[in-house]
């Protein structure tokens, strides 16, 4: 029986959904490094995040430019993470028009008092969970919206938006987190919003509360697989593409020799 009792996030319920020894790779600490770059894609989506939360927190001190922006996303992207100069110098072009089309929309504008890369944490019948927000603002009147940035090539379908498990423990714990009374509350209620960079889209992730019990019993039945199973099996699929431990994962060790 695995009696580790740390908190789980949505991506560790996720990894597990996908591939149990995954799971059991990257967060028991068996995973390490490999050799292979973080990859363009990670890099662009690190950079894009940072660049909008850093302007975030500067334009409530007062006005933020595009200029701004774009510094902040050159600064941060990450050019040893590409194939090569070409690789990289499409990502930043990529990088530079995303962020120029989404300041053009207004949505930094729209956003009154923010906080950034947010982590909200709570229990879900006595399990510890937490979820991680890119970014938490007051939208007026209508309460206070959970930002998640999206820069996939693919726009989450509302299908999947609507069994995202990120929003979803996102949106069970944020009541409870900012509840009135607290040491800094938020008003309610609370929405779930990602924000597909590429295609310029706001994506409403809010659920019913049929959805979230959904959400709640799919998490729960995840962290208890988690917590008592002895074995962690492999699950080969197309995950496996962008896996990070596949070097060191037994069910391609023929393909890649050992680490």
Known sequence: MNRDLRPLGPRHLADHELCPHKYYLSALGRAREVAHPVGAPRALHGALVRALQETLV???KGPAGVERLLETFEAAFDGTACADTWEEERYRRDGRLILEQYYAGGQLERLGRVEVAVVVSGDLDGQPVY?????????GDAG???VTYHSARRTPSPSELQEDLRTGLLQVLAARHWAPGGGSPRPGPFSCEVHAL???Q???ATKSEEQLEAVRARALDRIERIRYDSVFPTARGSHCRWCRSKPICPAWQERWGPF
Do not use: I, K, N, P
């Not at 979820?131 to 939208?139: E, L, Y």
């Open 144 to 146: 206070t919206v959970l």
């Open 202 to 204: 706001v994506l409403t």
């Open 58 to 60: 500067v334009q409530a």
């Open 131 to 139: 979820a991680r927000a890119d970014v938490v603002a007051d939208v």
């Open 198 to 200: 590429r295609s310029g």
